[in-house]
C-alpha cells in the first residue's frame, strides 16, 4: 500500500482534488447565485401583488354596495361626513358636506372648480336633497375622469376603474379626518 504513494501519484491527486475543489466553489458559487435572484424576484413577486391584491379590496369595497358587513374606508368616510351634518345619519350627504370633503381631498384646483364640483352633485341628486353611497361613487368616478383623463391603466384595472382606483389612492385615502390620516 506505502508502495503507492509516489511522488507523482502524490502529485496527480493533488492536481484533481484541487479541480474536484474549483469545480465545486463554482458550482456553489452559482446556486448561491440562483439562490438570490430568486429570493429577490421572489420579495419583488410579492410586493407587486401585495400591492395588486390591495388595489383590488379598495376597488371591490368601494363599488360593491351589497354587503354592509364590509365596511370600507371610503364607506367610513362617507359615513363621517354624513353625520357631520345630522347626528346619526351615516346614509345621506348634503352639498354642504359633499364641498367639505371635495375640499379636504384636494379636488378643488384650476381644472376642477367649485362650481363644477356642485354641479356634478345637483346632477347625480337628482330631485333628491342628498345623494346615498352609489351616487357617491358615481360622483368619485365623474371626478376621476376629469383629474386623470391620460390613465387608461393600474394595475389590472382599465379605464374609469383605473382612473377611480387612482384618486381614492392618492386624494381620497390620504384625507384627514379629526386630525389624523385615514391611510
Keep these: 500500500m506505502v508502495a503507492a504513494y509516489t511522488p507523482a501519484t502524490i502529485i496527480l491527486q493533488t492536481l484533481v482534488r484541487g479541480i474536484f475543489a474549483i469545480r465545486t ?3 456553489l458559487r452559482v446556486r ?8 429577490v424576484i421572489g420579495k419583488k413577486m410579492y410586493a407587486n401583488s401585495f400591492q395588486l391584491e390591495i388595489m383590488r379590496q379598495i376597488f371591490h369595497h368601494t363599488t360593491h354596495f351589497k354587503n354592509p358587513a364590509h365596511k370600507a374606508e371610503i364607506q367610513c ?3 363621517h361626513y354624513c353625520s357631520m351634518g345630522t347626528r346619526g345619519n351615516i346614509e345621506r350627504l348634503g352639498v354642504g358636506m359633499f ?12 381644472s376642477m372648480k367649485t362650481q363644477t364640483l356642485e354641479l356634478l352633485f345637483a346632477h347625480e341628486k337628482g330631485k333628491d336633497a342628498f ?22 391603466f393600474h394595475g389590472k384595472f382599465k ?3 383605473a382612473r377611480l ?3 381614492l ?3 381620497v385615502l390620504v384625507t384627514k379626518v379629526s386630525g389624523r390620516s385615514v391611510m
Aim: net charge positive; glycine share 2%; no cysteine.
Design 25 to 27: 466553489v463554482q458550482q
Design 32 to 39: 448561491l447565485r440562483w439562490e438570490f435572484e430568486n429570493q
Design 77 to 79: 368616510l362617507f359615513g
Design 99 to 110: 364641498m367639505k370633503f371635495a375640499k379636504e381631498s384636494n379636488f378643488i384646483n384650476e
Design 131 to 152: 345623494v346615498k353611497y352609489p351616487q357617491f361613487v358615481s360622483i368619485l368616478k365623474q371626478i376621476a375622469d376629469a383629474k386623470y383623463p391620460k390613465i387608461f
Design 159 to 161: 379605464d374609469t376603474n
Design 165 to 167: 382606483l387612482k384618486l
Design 169 to 171: 389612492q392618492e386624494m
